[in-house]
């Protein structure tokens, strides 16, 4: 596949190379989001429509937001922060804004 790397072996199981989930995990993984869309719809249904973006090195939710010009969100402004997601996770934002 070109969206999963799985190679398998003879009798037709993945190999150790591939990345797959078992099926305890794979559903785990399906429980895990059902919930957070939950939570999320339930926060839209609430009224909570923070401006939260994210930023993942140097990519951030803000490029491919079809709102950008309308939402308000800037960074200069004070209590404006993206939530740094994946490997930068532990740095703040000035953190990973230096190493740009």
Do not use: M, W
């Amino acid at each position: 596949s070109e969206v999963v790397k799985v190679t398998k072996k003879k009798d037709n199981t993945p190999d150790s190379h591939s990345q797959v989930y078992s099926i305890e995990e794979f559903n785990g993984l399906l429980d895990s989001a059902e919930k957070k869309a939950l939570e999320l719809s339930q926060d839209i249904l609430s009224g909570n429509i923070d401006i939260d973006p994210y930023k993942k090195k140097k990519d951030t939710a803000c490029e491919f937001c079809s709102l950008k010009g309308i939402c308000g969100f800037d960074k200069k402004i004070k209590g404006y922060s993206y939530r740094i997601i994946g490997e930068e996770s532990n740095e703040t934002e000035e953190d990973a804004d230096d190493s740009e």
